[in-house]
């Protein structure tokens, strides 16, 4: 708890310099992000678990350099006090989907702390209508698939990884990679190769990811419709823990504006389960309503519910649904209420299901 408290004070300084960051030059820019969140919950059907609070305070800082306007070096870098209910909760999908202090420590078993993302990226632009970018070194592979506009930002939007990425298609972070975007027009494609150090059962393994996407205008206004596809090779034990197995799955991505004061989302998804697996399917939605409605024209409210088919690990199924508001203080600060609600159907033994109550402060800067 003093470990907590600590985190709080950390970021508090940092949020008030955070506030007045200025771009260092025309070629070197700062940004970042800091949150703290409290959350507490109420379960049942949960033999060894109940009612418990906790809180994390994250920190994410990065520096961009672009020695020309065809090249970028960018490195981030990240902290964290307390891991939130990890560890006090019964559900398989966490409450919160932020790198908290465990995170950021032996990331994926590579003995590194801290360090996020370390890359060089170069663009190729062909013609106006057409560009190509090339990323290697430390990279995240969700900055390239399974973008969302509405659905996709844990420190701003909902808090669920559920409700963030398709759990089912697993997308690692902060390993060895390098990343090719191409953009013509409407059009878009992404392409991911990655080099990850340890997974869950102790294995290297190699990751492909790829999405193809498609931005439309229409009478409702903005959206984007992007396929992703992704696999990773046979280092994943199976549900017996006697052989290894390769793990391969798809996701249908969706965001669409409706009209200038609505948004909604859709993903559906599929994965293979060769290997042990929580789920083998996830269909999820939401919607985004703009806060003009009201006459806060910067907050925002946003409703989400998703349906996880069980794969071979004893989950039958699980139904996990959030909602949020929040309030946005000028162009920093944002502070966000959060509840959230799962319910698991287990092949034996008990059902788990319960409530999360959250509050959220973010600074993005």
């Known amino acids: 708890m003093k470990k907590f408290a600590f985190g709080l004070v950390v970021a508090s300084v940092v949020v008030n310099a955070a506030a007045n960051a200025e771009d260092v030059s025309d070629k070197i820019s700062i940004g970042g992000v800091v949150a703290g969140s409290a ?86 632009n062909r013609d106006n209508h057409s560009a190509v970018g090339v990323t290697f070194g430390i990279i995240d592979s969700t900055d390239y ?55 869950e059962d102790g294995n290297n393994f190699s990751f492909v990811g790829l999405q193809a996407g498609y931005k439309v205008k229409n009478g409702f206004g903005e959206g984007n419709y992007r396929l992703v596809v992704a696999g990773a090779n046979a280092e994943f034990l199976d549900p017996t823990a006697t052989s290894k197995e390769a793990r391969a799955g798809g996701l249908i991505s969706v965001d669409q504006q409706i009209g200038n004061r609505l948004g909604g989302f859709l993903r559906l998804g599929w994965q293979t389960d060769d290997a042990a697996v929580d789920y083998k399917a996830i269909y999820s939605g939401g ?15 946003g409703l989400g519910y998703a349906y996880l088919v069980g794969g071979n690990t004893g989950i039958s199924n699980s139904q996990i649904f959030e909602a949020y508001y929040r309030w946005k203080f000028g162009e920093v600060f944002g502070l966000t209420a959060d509840i959230q609600y799962q319910h698991y159907d287990n092949n034996a033994g008990n059902d788990p299901h319960g409530t999360v109550f959250g509050l959220r402060a973010t600074a993005e800067f």
């Not at 678990?49 to 520096?63: D, H, I, K, N, T």
């Not at 972070?173 to 992404?190: I, K, N, P, T």
């Not at 919607?287 to 409210?301: E, L, P, Q, S, Y």
Request: net charge negative; proline share 4%; aromatic share 12%.
């Open 287 to 301: 919607v985004d309503i703009k806060g003009a409605t009201w006459g806060r024209n910067d907050d925002n409210i």
């Open 39 to 124: 959350q507490c919950q109420s379960v049942s059907d949960a033999p060894g678990f109940g009612s418990a609070c906790g809180g994390a305070v994250p920190f994410q800082a990065g520096v961009s350099v672009r020695p020309s306007q065809f090249d970028e070096i960018f490195v981030k870098l990240g902290f964290a006090a307390g891991n939130g209910l990890n560890g006090s909760s019964p559900f398989a999908v966490g409450s919160w989907a932020a790198d908290l202090e465990d995170d950021v420590k032996n990331i994926n078993g590579r003995n590194r702390d801290y360090l996020l993302a370390a890359w060089y990226k170069h663009t190729f």
């Open 145 to 199: 698939l399974d973008e969302n506009a509405y659905a996709n930002d844990e420190y701003t939007q909902f808090m669920n990884p559920a409700l963030t990425n398709g759990p089912n298609v697993f997308l690692p972070s902060y390993d060895l990679g390098a990343a090719v975007e191409w953009d013509r027009g409407q059009w878009s494609m992404r392409g991911v190769a990655m080099n990850i150090g340890k997974n």
